[in-house]
Structure formats: structure tokens, C-alpha cells
């Protein structure tokens, strides 16, 4: 098991910037790829990006590409999602995930194990 929780969410105006933070316990947390997800209202959850066991690659939706970042630290337990030049669209509840295996999934189906979410609402 892999416990995540997330932290970081609130409200901020267009333009402006969040860093969210998912911090894990259980399992060894260097052995799974993190994901980050959103799902707003009315919406399926969407994949937002991922980052690998070592951080050392990343992979974005085109959506965010440019003004979101995934960073992790395995000693701390970590990883982050930076988010700038945020949009009224960016508003959702965001989640991360963690994953063992090794491809780039973008599936909320091949996630394991799920944090609760935080809420991002960006006003316009």
C-alpha cells in the first residue's frame, strides 16, 4: 500500500501561480511513477503529467505544457506540481496518483494508488 495525500490547493487569480504537494507513505515511494490528474465538474478526470521513478523524465498534456512542472524528491517522500500562468480552465480538483509500472500512462486506470485531491479554483 501507498498512502497519498495532497496539499497546496486554493484559490488564485489568472496569472497567478500554485504549488501543490502530494506526500506519500507505505511502500518504498522511488519505486512508482507519480501522476497528476484533474477532474472538474461534469468532467472525467484528465491526465495532467507524470513523472518517473527518478524524476530524471516527465511527460505533459498539452494543455499544460509550459506552465505546469512535476518534481519529486525520494528522500522526502514527495513530488510536486508547479503550476504557473494559471487559467480560469485550470479549475478542477486535482489528484496525484502513483504507479509501478513503467510506461507513460495517461489512463487513470493503470494508477494504483490515489490521494484524496485538493481543490484549485483560478478566477478570472
Known amino acids: 500500500q501507498v498512502q497519498l495525500v495532497e496539499s497546496g490547493g486554493g484559490l488564485v487569480q489568472a496569472g497567478g501561480s500554485l504549488r501543490l504537494s502530494c506526500a506519500a507513505s507505505?511502500?518504498?515511494?522511488?519505486?512508482?511513477?507519480m501522476g497528476w490528474f484533474r477532474q472538474a465538474p461534469g468532467k472525467e478526470r484528465e491526465f495532467v503529467g507524470r513523472?518517473?521513478?527518478?524524476?530524471?523524465?516527465?511527460y505533459y498534456a498539452d494543455s499544460v505544457k509550459g506552465r505546469f512542472t512535476i518534481l519529486r524528491d525520494n528522500a522526502k517522500l514527495t513530488a510536486w506540481l508547479q503550476m504557473n500562468s494559471l487559467k480560469p480552465e485550470d479549475t478542477a480538483v486535482y489528484y496525484c496518483?502513483?504507479?509501478?509500472?513503467?510506461?507513460?500512462?495517461?489512463?487513470?486506470?493503470?494508477?494504483?494508488?490515489w490521494g484524496q485531491g485538493t481543490q484549485v479554483t483560478v478566477s478570472s
Open positions: 496518483a502513483a504507479t509501478s509500472g513503467t510506461y507513460v500512462y495517461t489512463d487513470p486506470g493503470d494508477y494504483e494508488y
Open positions: 513523472i518517473n521513478w527518478s524524476g530524471r523524465s516527465t
Open positions: 507505505g511502500r518504498t515511494f522511488s519505486n512508482y511513477a
